[in-house]
């Protein structure tokens, strides 16, 4: 069984920044991509940013030259450091992995979710 949990979520004012963490763990023979959604009260959610396996990266046009991903393939682990924070930031913040399990087809695997406020 796949897991991934997220950390680093909280309250901080505007202009701050926040590093998020998302783990991956279970039976894993790997890892295709791993993103970041997030979702506001009342709005759909949005891709925020993507990272492939060889580290390829793409970004939301509201987050670019602000937030940055990456990864830690050896730790099966992403991040996403969040810089010069914005009102409009404050959601719920997920992350998802397209991951190939042992014995398993390949599937998409969500996290619960961290919520990111920022106050103005």
């Known amino acids: 069984q796949v897991q991934l949990v997220e950390s680093g979520g909280g309250l901080v004012q505007a202009g701050g920044s926040l590093r998020l963490s998302c783990a991956a763990s279970g039976s894993i023979f790997s890892i295709v991509r791993m993103s970041w959604y997030r979702q506001a009260p009342g709005k759909q959610r949005e891709l925020v940013a993507d990272?492939?396996?060889?580290?390829?990266?793409k970004y939301a046009d509201s987050v670019k030259g602000r937030f940055t991903i990456s990864r830690d393939n050896a730790k099966n682990t992403v991040y996403l450091q969040m810089n010069s924070l914005k009102p409009e930031d404050t959601a719920a913040y997920s992350c998802?992995?397209?991951?190939?399990?042992?014995?398993?087809?390949?599937?998409?695997?969500w996290g619960q979710g961290t919520q990111v406020t920022v106050s103005s």
């Open positions: 998802t992995a397209g991951i190939y399990a042992y014995g398993v087809p390949y599937k998409d695997y």
């Open positions: 990272i492939t396996s060889g580290g390829s990266t």
